[in-house]
């Protein structure tokens, strides 16, 4: 790709601490995935600035995407209007159900290359970015089968009258997703979008726009019309902002923090649009005494670890009855102690975190654990031979960790585990839902009343009994309580959320 145009223009100028390039037409000819895809066309931005992608395992651009900001998002959303009332709009709803088939077919077929796409452009190894595309096709598989299973309902009214309850498309979506899981995100938000009806306009985070373009692309081999998936890449105060506060949007999903949720939520209210939130999560892991502790320790390093931590549902927060503290702990340690840290070929426990921002809040809240004297229990370890200019931190496991410390109530969004003891049951209720958060739980007892007290006391979407899912479940319904936001995603309820009704009353006498 473009790799020695970019460096030479590297320092022209910067955001974010960011070079920003200008684009290069010839370059752009090669390789679509540096373009906006706006009405099922490849456009540059209006005005021919570009953002450098960035290889978080080496720190270096290795590619560049087109910085589309308001009028090529207001292009998208005019774009997502015309499909809904042309071609797109027109198809039935087996027809949609059909297309996105396909899609899944499609990202099936291309998985090797998605997944290294995916890979390169998030540092992730490279069994985690395979397991993603495969779940990115699960979306539209899943959502493709239920197109044409989503319908309304008869009222049983009034004698003389017949009552209907439509069930109809909101128009068009705006979808914000971020850097962590972009595939995943970006299956999950757009294709029950599609399935009931929708055109979608999606904003993928600045650093990981990669697949959600290559999916653009597959998307029109398949079939699907123009302007029915538009994707506008770019920089989320410009182009994110920009879609929240379209007046064109009929709704808008968004997942990322707690800071931006709050801004979209905002601007989409400007204009009485609906909003999903999915932000973020300090999900508890709870072990009781008769849990099975050998079964439930390697879940819980993973739950933490996968993703180098970057995960809204990360099991960040581990509650052990004291009887069986110390034991859990020095086996959490000892699996800890073992994790290994390195780039998408070594195919490690974890990668690198997605840029330099990140790394430097994780290694903000390591240091100040440290100088608040809370107990380091384990490290991981970088592997040897990663670039010095990775992103890279090391994964570390603190306890006992004072309830008011930060790491008991703040996201960390990276590899760090903080272990709390507590006495009982209502002691581990307290304690789980002692953040602002609310998003996942999981329990671990062999005792059915516990687990179904616990599951009911614990404010979590998504309550797991001697088991833990961070990520995938296409089919489980998804979303916060509290800080961790609003609506649901996943399931069939994503369907409702991204449909609306209409109640029809006729009278026929
Ligand atoms: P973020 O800023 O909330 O990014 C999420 C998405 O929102 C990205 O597409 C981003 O675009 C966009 N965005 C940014 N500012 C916007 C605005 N003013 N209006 C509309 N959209 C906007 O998240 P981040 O800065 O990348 O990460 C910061 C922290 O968020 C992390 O440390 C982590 O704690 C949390 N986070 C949570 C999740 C989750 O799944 N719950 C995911 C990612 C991050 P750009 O990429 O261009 O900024
Ligand atoms: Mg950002």
Redesign the pocket.
Known sequence: MALPRMQAALALNSIHGRSLLPYSVENLQENPLEQLFIGGRWMAALDGRSLPVINPADGQAFDQIARGAAAEVDMAVKAARSALDGAWGKLTATERGRLLIKLGNSVLDHHAELAALEARDTGKPMTTARNDITVLARYFEFYGSAADKLHGEVIPFLNGHHAVLMREPLGVTGH?????YPAQMLGRTIAPALAAGNAVVL?????TSLSALRVAELATEVGFPDGSINVVT????E???A??GHPGIDFIS????N???T??QQ?AARNAVKCVL????KSPQILFEDADIERAVPIIVRAIVQNAG???TAGSRLLVQHSIYDRVVEQVAAAYAKVRVGTPAMDLDCGPVMNP??QA?VNRYIAAAKAAGIPLLAEGHIAEGVSPTGHWVTPTFFGPVPRDAQLACE?V?GPVLAAFPFKDEADAIALANGTPYGLLAAVWTENGSRQTRVAKAVKAGQLFINCYGAGGGVELPFGGTKRSGHGREKGFLALEEMSTTKTVIQYHG
């Open positions: 914000i997703i971020p850097w962590n904003k993928p985070a600045e650093d770019g920089l989320g105060e182009a994110g902002a879609l929240a968004f997942t990322g923090s800071e931006v949720g801004l979209v601007a999915e932000l973020g999560g970057q995960t809204c921002a990140q809040r996201e969004f």
